[in-house]
C-alpha cells in the first residue's frame, strides 16, 4: 500500500521487550527505593492494635529436695573404736581388811574389738572383755591378832593355816572374762544435735580365787566396781555425742554450697545468659530409723528457686532449728520448679518453621487455597496474635494466578502438659483479616475456615527443646551437690521434667517447668567434730 512504512517484525519485536524492561527496572528500582527509604515487614501490615502488657516479674517458686542419709555401722563402729578407752583398771576394798591389812586386790581389764549391728530394738554394740584380779602383798598382823581373829572366825584348823601366811608374801591371780553390750536409740533434736540414748550391761563369768583359806568370787568382787567404769564412760560418750556438731558442721556446709546463682546459659540463640537462683530457707527431719547394716537419717531442705538474667548472691541464714516433722521414707525425693523465659522471637522462628509453607486446605477438590508463607506471633492482653504472610490461588483460574496478604489470627494460649507444647485455642480471624480476605477473591473466602481448621490443629509451638535445655541444666546444678567427699556418697538424678504453667508479656513468653528425680547419701566414715 502507497504511503505507509512496514516496521520489520524483529524491530517491533525488540522495540516491545526493549519497554517492558525499562517498565520492569522503573517498578523494581520504585519497589527497592520504597523498601530502601519506607521499610516495612509485610507480617505487620494491617495490624491489629495490641494491647499493651507489664513487663513479667522476677518469679520464684518453691523446690524441696528430701534425701535418706544411710550411715553405715561400719562407720559408727569405727568411731567407737576410735573414742572409746580400750582398757580399764581399777581397785576394790580390800574385803578382808581386818584380815589381811597389807593386801591390795586390783584388777586390770582390756577390751576386744567393737562389733556394731542393727536390730529391731536398736543399735547393738558390744565387745569382750579380758582382764584379772590380783592380790598382792603380805600380811599385816605379826602379833598374832590375824592368826586368832580367823581362828574365831573360821576355826582352829584354817587359823592355823592362816598364821603361816604371816611369814610370806601374797601374790595371787585370777582370770576375768566377760562382755559388754550397750543399746542405743537415736533421737534427732531441733538444735542439730542427736541424743544416743545409750544402756549399758555387763556380764562376767564366773571365777573364784582363794586367799589364806577364803574363797573370794571374782564376778562379785569386779562386776560393782565394773558396772559403775561403765556406767561412767557411757555417760561420757552420751555427753560427747550429744554434744557433737558432726551433723550441724556437714548441714551447714551444704547449706552454703546451695546458697548461690548456678549459671544456666541460653535458652535460645541471641536469648542472654541465665542464672538459676537458689536460696535453702527451710530444713526439717524424719527421726532415724533402723535397719540390717545401716542407720537412715532422712533429712531434706525447702528453697526458693527462680531464673535470673544475672549472677546473684542470695542470703541464706542457716535454720537455728530442725523441723522434725517429716515422714521417713526409703526414696529421696527431688523437685525443683523454675521458670523458663523464651523470647517471641525464638517463638517465631518455632512457629515458621512449622507453618511455612503449608497450603490449606491440603485437599485439592476445594475451590481455592491458601500457602503460609511467613508467620509471627505478638501478644496483646491474655491472647497471641498470629500474623500469617498468604498467598491465595483459586484453583480453577486458568492461569492460576493469586494474591497476596497479611491476615492476623487470634487465640488464646494454652499449655498441653503431656506433649510439652503450647496450643492456641479459641481462635479467631481479625476483622481487618477478613476483609484482606475479602480482596483476595470468592476463593480465598471459602479458604477461611479451612484456614482456621488448620491454625487449630497446627498452631502449636513445640516447647521440648527448651524443656529438654532446663532439665540439662538442672541435672548440671545437681551434678555439682555429687562432688566426692571422704566418707560420703551423693547420688541424684533428675528423672523427669514437667511444664505447669505459662504466661507472657510483649516480649517474653514464660513456661514454668517442674522437674522431678531422686536423691540418697551414703555415710562410710565419719569424722567426729572436736
Not at 542427736?194 to 582363794?210: F, H, K, Q, R, Y
Not at 535458652?267 to 541465665?274: D, E, I, R, V
Not at 503460609?372 to 496483646?380: E, Q
Amino acid at each position: 500500500m502507497k504511503g505507509r512504512t512496514t516496521l520489520p517484525f524483529h524491530l517491533s519485536f525488540r522495540t516491545i521487550l526493549f519497554s517492558v524492561a525499562v517498565v520492569a527496572v522503573f517498578f523494581g528500582g520504585t519497589l527497592w527505593a520504597l523498601d530502601r527509604f519506607f521499610p516495612q515487614n509485610p507480617l505487620d501490615e494491617s495490624r491489629p492494635a495490641l494491647a499493651a502488657l507489664a513487663p513479667l516479674q522476677p518469679v520464684t517458686r518453691n523446690s524441696v529436695i528430701v534425701a535418706p542419709v544411710a550411715v553405715a555401722d561400719l562407720a559408727i563402729r569405727d568411731v567407737m573404736e576410735a573414742n572409746a578407752p580400750r582398757g580399764l583398771d581399777g581397785k576394790n576394798e580390800n574385803p578382808l581388811a581386818d584380815l589381811l591389812g597389807k593386801a591390795d586386790i586390783g584388777w586390770s581389764i582390756s577390751r576386744g574389738p567393737i562389733v556394731v549391728s542393727s536390730v529391731a530394738s536398736g543399735l547393738n554394740i558390744a565387745t569382750t572383755l579380758n582382764g584379772a584380779l590380783r592380790a598382792t602383798g603380805q600380811v599385816a598382823d605379826q602379833s598374832g591378832r590375824l592368826a586368832g581373829t580367823i581362828t574365831g572366825l573360821l576355826g582352829n584348823k584354817l587359823g592355823r593355816g592362816v598364821e603361816k601366811l604371816t611369814t610370806r608374801a601374797l601374790d595371787q591371780r585370777a582370770d576375768i572374762r566377760g562382755n559388754v553390750s550397750v543399746t542405743s536409740h537415736p533421737s534427732l533434736l531441733q538444735n542439730w544435735r542427736i541424743e544416743p540414748n545409750l544402756t549399758g550391761n555387763v556380764s562376767l563369768a564366773d571365777g573364784g580365787m582363794t586367799i589364806a583359806g577364803i574363797k573370794l568370787n571374782v564376778s562379785n568382787e569386779v562386776k560393782p566396781l565394773l558396772d559403775k567404769t561403765v556406767g561412767e564412760q557411757i555417760s561420757k560418750l552420751s555427753v560427747r555425742l550429744r554434744d557433737d556438731r558432726t551433723l550441724e558442721t556437714a548441714a551447714r556446709k551444704q547449706w552454703m554450697q546451695m546458697c548461690r546463682s548456678i549459671r544456666l546459659g541460653q535458652a535460645a540463640a541471641g536469648a542472654p545468659n541465665l542464672w538459676l537462683e537458689v536460696r535453702p530457707t527451710k530444713a526439717f527431719a524424719a527421726q532415724p530409723r533402723i535397719v540390717p547394716d545401716w542407720v537412715i537419717l532422712t533429712l531434706g531442705v525447702q528453697a526458693e528457686t527462680r531464673i535470673v538474667p544475672q549472677q546473684t548472691k542470695p542470703e541464706c541464714p542457716f535454720p537455728a532449728k530442725l523441723d522434725l516433722t517429716l515422714q521417713q521414707t526409703d526414696q529421696g525425693k527431688v523437685s525443683i520448679a523454675v521458670p523458663i523465659d523464651v523470647p517471641f522471637t525464638e517463638l517465631n522462628r518455632v512457629l515458621e518453621q512449622q507453618l511455612k509453607g503449608r497450603t490449606f486446605p491440603e485437599s485439592g477438590d476445594a475451590p481455592g487455597k491458601v500457602t503460609v508463607l511467613a508467620a509471627k506471633v505478638s501478644a496483646s492482653g491474655d491472647r497471641l496474635l498470629i500474623s500469617l504472610r498468604v498467598q491465595a490461588k483459586e484453583n480453577r483460574s486458568w492461569f492460576g494466578l493469586g494474591a497476596e496478604a497479611t491476615v492476623h489470627i487470634w487465640g488464646k494460649p494454652k499449655l498441653d502438659q503431656a506433649q510439652q507444647i503450647m496450643r492456641l485455642t479459641d481462635i479467631s480471624l481479625d476483622v481487618q483479616s477478613q476483609a484482606a480476605f475479602g480482596l483476595l477473591g470468592t476463593a480465598a473466602r471459602a479458604a477461611i475456615p479451612y484456614l482456621q481448621d488448620a491454625l487449630a490443629q497446627n498452631a502449636v509451638i513445640d516447647l521440648k527443646p527448651f524443656a529438654a535445655s532446663a532439665r540439662k541444666s538442672i541435672q548440671d546444678a545437681i551434678a555439682d551437690f555429687q562432688k566426692p567427699v571422704d566418707g560420703v556418697e551423693v547420688e541424684a538424678a533428675v528423672n523427669d521434667l514437667r511444664l505447669v504453667d505459662v504466661e507472657f508479656d510483649s516480649t517474653t513468653l514464660r513456661v514454668i517447668a517442674e522437674a522431678d528425680g531422686s536423691a540418697r547419701a551414703l555415710v562410710r566414715k565419719i569424722a567426729l567434730q572436736q
